[in-house]
């Protein structure tokens, strides 16, 4: 890799490229991939064999279809200055994620099967989109532009349900089968990329209440049973959020343990696809605790909206920077207390619909991610005000 030697290059999608790196010169030049100034390494599709500078040694790139059209090779030793740029065709036109679905809810206990739409850019009424199989209330839902997954969820007063479904977002019609997570339990949140779903938190009632602080991932393209992420700070009613698209960070933020009384004011972060405990990251605006809250995101900040706490009901949103956390900054707030909302959004606005304060809301409220306006008369659900509802976007 000398410096008279770095052309730029030329990829597709799809195709996989084995770059020869036996040669000694490259012992102590290391040959990586980036997609941004060289501080963080890029591997999706990237296959180290043997040691550079060494017989038989080679780095083995696929690009993905879904990843960045501009890339670039560089040396982990001495950055970008030996490495150059690498084009990549075929790349996936970028998921709007316009598309909300409002999901199950109740207005007492258990919960109902119920999904609906509407369009983030436009709002108005919810359209009917078909039903889940299992009648869902605390559930969580997540997916990309091609399937949404509802997960979990209260079926019945104090039964609780495992299963998870799915539906494409872009196609109304009912949902099908994914498979299972963990255990039947509601009052949980999820966080995704393009390609993985993390599941977090969640409780049960037999006898008393059980917590599950704990993460389970799917991959969200292959239905099947979920597998064990690592462990959060906290067990339940916690919200999760990631902007919709090729996301780095999934962040959590409030909750409760060990009671239904103690509330938590921490807000949390994962890596989406490195498996591990969650860190901690922040905490809310004015030390308030919250729980039962509803979470999006857009590229650079994580939201949370509404909640409970000790002193009652909830009605701001704060806002935290995804990249270094701290405390949070109450930068909105919803047309009244509320708590047990849903929240989703594209790449510019969130929307944030249902909750129960002393009754059960059915409007849509729209927050611009980037100037901190709300509007309170967005949409309403037309599936009826209600409660333990959730939401994500597709299409």
């Not at 949404?148 to 494409?168: D, I, L, P, R, W």
């Not at 905490?283 to 994580?302: L, Q, T």
Request: aromatic content about 10%; overall charge negative.
């Amino acid at each position: 890799m000398a410096i008279i030697n770095r052309p730029k290059l030329q990829m597709a999608a799809g195709t996989t490229y084995t770059f020869d790196v036996s040669d000694s010169s490259n012992l102590t030049h290391p040959f990586r991939f980036t997609a941004d100034s060289g501080s963080t390494e890029y591997t999706t599709g990237v296959i180290t064999s043997g040691t550079a500078g060494q017989n038989g040694s080679t780095v083995e790139f696929t690009p993905d279809s879904n990843g960045p059209s501009i890339l670039h090779y560089y040396c982990t030793t001495h950055g970008l200055s030996m490495g150059n740029e690498i084009s990549v065709t075929g790349i996936a036109p970028p998921a709007t994620f316009n598309r909300a679905l409002f999901s199950g809810g109740t207005q007492s206990s258990g919960g109902s099967n119920t999904i609906e739409y509407m369009a983030i850019p436009t709002g108005g009424a919810t359209t009917d989109f078909g039903d889940m199989n299992v009648n869902r209330g605390g559930h969580t839902s997540f997916g990309n532009s091609g399937r949404s997954v509802f997960a979990n969820g209260e079926t019945g007063t104090n039964t609780y349900s495992s299963n998870m479904e799915y539906v494409n977002p872009s196609t109304p019609g009912n949902a099908v089968s994914f498979g299972s997570n963990d255990t039947g339990k509601a009052f949980l949140g999820a966080v995704a990329d393009l390609t993985r779903g993390v599941i977090g938190g969640g409780a049960y009632y037999s006898g008393g209440w059980n917590f599950r602080e704990r993460m389970d991932y799917v991959t969200i393209n292959t239905a099947g049973n979920s597998s064990t992420f690592g462990n959060l700070g906290w067990g339940w009613a916690v919200a999760g959020s990631a902007s919709s698209g090729n996301n780095t960070y999934g962040c959590w933020s409030g909750g409760v343990r060990t009671s239904d009384t103690q509330y938590i004011g921490y807000f949390e972060r994962i890596t989406i696809q490195t498996a591990g405990n969650s860190s901690s990251f922040g905490s809310f605006s004015n030390g308030n605790a919250r729980g039962y809250s509803a979470g999006f995101s857009d590229a650079n900040y994580s939201f949370t909206a509404g909640g409970i706490n000790t002193s009652g009901y909830i009605d701001h949103i704060d806002r935290h920077s995804i990249t270094t956390g701290g405390t949070g900054t109450n930068v909105a707030n919803l047309s009244a207390t509320k708590y047990s909302l849903s929240a989703t959004n594209n790449a510019t606005h969130g929307v944030i619909g249902g909750g129960y304060q002393s009754q059960m809301y059915n409007n849509i409220e729209n927050l611009n991610m980037s100037t901190n306006a709300i509007a309170s008369t967005f949409g309403t659900l037309s599936a009826g005000g209600r409660y333990r509802l959730d939401a994500t976007s597709g299409a």
